[in-house]
């Protein structure tokens, strides 16, 4: 690759992917690269998605644009100008920045293995469809407005078209490029792949639930909240907690089952793929902790971030390290994340 997108695949990777950084920091560098660049395109269809001063009729255009684009459907090159101009106060400058080389990334992707090109297409094709659902069911809502989703069934799919879809496209690579396995096992590792990306995008949602509420989005499953006596409106009130709790606790039990096949994914990874372990560990072990935070209530407060401390990423990340070659210690690690003081 060239200076350019080599770049593009270091210092601007770091600056928007921030703490996903350190996972994709320590991957093999058969597959750093592609997965580092999947990212990358991941991020900038995010970007558009999120921005909230264009028009959602204009951001799905754009998104369809950068879709085709991504899949070879369009030659024609982008130009997101206006949109990196309407960027609100706050926004990400390495977002803004990745925007404008939406080109080069794209150039980067078309330099790749055959074989890749494929896996970051139809990864890419199934995230952006995601986005694309998102904006359609709460992107007009009007400013104090708020729309949920339907039921279980809606959030199970949403949180694999944004990352259940990712799991599925990281044991692709893994099999491509690190270790064979039989079909019985991959078949497996993709299920369990599936439910470790799910997992980590339900304790997003759920640890994000007040911003979101704030901007118009309740990913709680409206029939679930009517079950229990509540509209959506209810939940931008810290006091009705309590109530909320039934439906609340039942995802967090769903949450808590996803990251137990993200570890059983990672236990099973080959002991010789030290890196990678270590990779799938750190966010296995991370959203336990956060879970852990959650259990601990506060879920509704708008002025409160719940999250794990700097002090927790580095001890989750040492005892990873140090119990690495140990075995049984190793697979106890999530245990021990759900139980550390």
């Given at each position: 690759?060239g200076?350019?997108s080599s770049?593009l695949?270091?210092?601007?990777?770091?600056?928007?992917s921030?703490s996903?950084?350190?996972?994709?920091r320590?991957?093999?560098?058969g597959?750093?690269?592609?997965i580092?660049?999947?990212?990358?395109?991941a991020?900038?269809?995010?970007?558009i998605?999120?921005?909230g001063l264009?028009?959602?009729?204009e951001?799905l255009e754009?998104l369809?644009?950068?879709?085709a684009r991504?899949?070879?459907?369009?030659?024609?090159?982008?130009d997101?100008?206006r949109?990196v101009e309407?960027?609100?106060?706050?926004?990400?400058p390495a977002?803004?920045l990745?925007?404008?080389?939406?080109?080069e990334a794209i150039a980067?992707?078309?330099?790749?293995?055959a074989g890749?090109?494929?896996?970051?297409?139809?990864?890419?094709?199934v995230i952006?469809?995601?986005q694309?659902?998102?904006?359609?069911?709460?992107?007009?809502?009007?400013?104090?407005?708020?729309?949920?989703?339907p039921?279980?069934?809606?959030?199970?799919?949403?949180?694999y078209r944004?990352a259940?879809?990712?799991?599925?496209?990281?044991?692709?690579?893994?099999?491509?490029?690190?270790f064979?396995?039989?079909?019985?096992?991959?078949?497996r590792?993709?299920?369990?792949?599936?439910?470790?990306g799910?997992?980590?995008?339900?304790v997003?949602?759920?640890r994000d639930?007040?911003?979101?509420?704030g901007?118009?989005?309740c990913y709680?499953?409206?029939?679930?909240?009517?079950?229990?006596?509540?509209?959506?409106?209810?939940?931008?009130?810290?006091?009705?907690?309590?109530?909320l709790?039934p439906?609340y606790?039942?995802?967090?039990?769903?949450?808590?089952?996803h990251?137990?096949a993200g570890w059983?994914?990672?236990?099973?990874?080959?002991?010789g793929?030290?890196r990678?372990r270590?990779?799938?560990?750190?966010?296995?072990?991370?959203?336990?902790?956060?879970?852990?935070?959650?259990r601990?209530g506060?879920?509704?407060?708008?002025?409160?971030?719940?999250?794990v401390?700097?002090?927790?990423?580095?001890?989750?990340?040492w005892?990873?390290?140090?119990?690495?070659?140990?075995?049984?210690?190793?697979?106890?690690?999530?245990?021990w994340?759900r139980n550390?003081?």
């Open positions: 690759m200076a350019e770049d695949l270091t210092n601007l990777l770091r600056d928007v921030r996903f950084y350190l996972t994709l320590i991957l093999p560098g597959i750093g690269r592609p580092g660049l999947a990212y990358l395109l991020r900038a269809t995010d970007t998605a999120d921005t264009i028009p959602v009729s951001r754009a369809d644009a950068l879709r991504i899949l070879g459907n369009r030659g024609v090159p982008l997101f100008r949109i309407a960027q609100e106060d706050g926004a990400s977002e803004r990745l925007l404008g080389r939406v080109e980067a992707l078309q330099r790749m293995d890749d090109i494929g896996r970051i297409r139809s990864v890419l094709d952006t469809g995601g694309e659902l998102d904006l359609r069911r709460f992107g007009s809502i009007p400013k104090g407005g708020l729309a949920a989703l039921d279980a069934a809606a959030l199970d799919d949403y949180t944004v259940g879809c990712v799991g599925e496209f990281w044991t692709r690579m893994c099999v491509a490029h690190l064979r396995v039989g079909a019985e096992e991959e078949a590792m993709l299920r369990d792949g599936i439910r470790f799910q997992g980590l995008q339900l997003n949602i759920l639930l007040p911003k979101d509420l901007s118009g989005r709680l499953p409206l029939d679930e909240l009517a079950r229990i006596g509540m509209v959506p409106g209810d939940l931008r009130d810290p006091a009705n907690e309590r109530r709790w439906v606790e039942r995802w967090l039990v769903r949450a808590e089952g990251l137990d059983a994914y990672t236990v099973a990874l080959p002991r793929q030290v990678m270590l990779a799938c560990a750190w966010p296995v072990l991370l959203g336990i902790r956060t879970l852990v935070k959650l601990g506060g879920v509704l407060d708008p002025a409160r971030r719940i999250k401390s700097r002090a927790e990423v580095k001890a989750v990340m005892r990873s390290i140090v119990r690495l070659p140990l075995g049984r210690s190793w697979n106890g690690l999530a245990e994340a550390a003081g």
